[in-house]
């Protein structure tokens, strides 16, 4: 199992009946990209995709 694997079902165990809204979980990784600056490129590009995932002209 990857780390990263590891990390999403620790969130799905932990916060998995929650309900969020998409500004809640933008402002979370506004405050990761702050405190770990060197993610900022790849929390970028996960945005993104997330962002254009159902855009057929993408």
Known sequence: ???TDRGIEELEK???DEEVTLAWIADRLQEFTDTFPEF???VERFATW???LDDPDD
């Open 1 to 3: 199992m990857y780390f």
């Open 14 to 16: 932990r916060r998995g």
């Open 40 to 42: 900022e490129i790849p």
């Open 50 to 52: 997330l962002a254009r």
